[in-house]
Nanobody, 123 residues
Framework: QLQLVESGGGWVQPGGSLRLSCVVS????????IGWWRQAPGKEREVVSC????????NYADSVRDRFTISRDNAKNTVYLQMNSLKPEDTAVYYC????????????????WGQGTQVTVSS
């Protein structure tokens, strides 16, 4: 059973940075593309970024492009999301999720989810 555990969330002022980590255990990380999703209060869960199983391709939502960077270290079973120039609208619970398919934007394409980590951006 694949398990994902996020960490690194917290409170930060606008313009600040955070790095989220997603530690994966249970199965071989190399087999899975990993997506970072977020859900703000009253809004639907949306995909923020995704990285392919070996890290050769990445994609980003328009709202975070050029501010967020996704990366992975399969040897450490960890996927990261570096978030810079944070804005209040980035406030949400952030989840990592794993899929054996290619990166996609449908919730149903992802088989395993972490519990989430809260990110709050405010002054």
């Amino acid at each position: 059973q694949l398990q994902l555990v996020e960490s690194g969330g917290g409170w930060v002022q606008p313009g600040g940075s955070l790095r989220l980590s997603c530690v994966v255990s249970g199965l071989t990380l190399d087999w899975y593309a990993i997506g970072w999703w977020r859900q703000a209060p009253g809004k639907e869960r949306e995909v923020v970024s995704c990285i392919s199983s070996r890290g050769e391709s990445t994609n980003y939502a328009d709202s975070v492009r050029d501010r967020f960077t996704i990366s992975r270290d399969n040897a450490k079973n960890t996927v990261y999301l570096q978030m810079n120039s944070l804005k209040p609208e980035d406030t949400a619970v952030y989840y990592c999720a794993a899929t054996q398919l290619s990166c996609g934007s449908s919730f149903y394409e992802y088989d395993y989810w972490g519990q989430g980590t809260q990110v709050t951006v405010s002054s």
